[in-house]
């Protein structure tokens, strides 16, 4: 198991940055590749932003390309999320996920960190 917890999230206006957290504890090892996603009330849960064990593969959802840098430290367990050129359309709950090196899916998710950006 891998247990996942978010921080960072909060209220920033229109054009402001934030940086989410996310830690891992358990079978960290299990934590292969770990991901955001974002989900706003009725509508389907996004995929944000991807990246590998090694951190050398990167992968961005078409909205937060240029935007977003997703980053991890293995040896601290964590995984970042920086936001820059925040937007309204931003405004979502933020879950972290981790998924084991053979695992299709997302296995493991963290309960989500609130961002809110206003106009």
């Known amino acids: 198991q891998v247990h996942l917890v978010e921080s960072g999230g909060g209220l920033v206006q229109a054009g402001g940055s934030l940086r989410l957290s996310c830690a891992a504890s358990?079978?960290?090892?299990?934590?292969?590749?770990m991901g955001w996603f974002r989900q706003t009330p009725g509508k389907a849960r996004e995929f944000v932003a991807g990246?590998?064990?090694?951190?050398?593969?990167?992968n961005y959802g078409d909205s937060v390309k240029g935007r977003f840098t997703v980053s991890r430290d293995n040896a601290k367990h964590i995984m970042s999320l920086q936001m820059n050129s925040l937007k309204p359309d931003d405004t979502a709950v933020y879950y972290c996920?981790?998924?084991?090196?053979?695992?299709?899916?997302?296995?493991?998710w963290g309960q989500g960190t609130q961002v809110t950006v206003s106009s």
């Open positions: 996920a981790a998924k084991g090196r053979f695992d299709v899916t997302y296995v493991y």
């Open positions: 358990g079978r960290t090892q299990d934590a292969f590749t």
């Open positions: 990246v590998s064990w090694s951190g050398n593969l990167l």
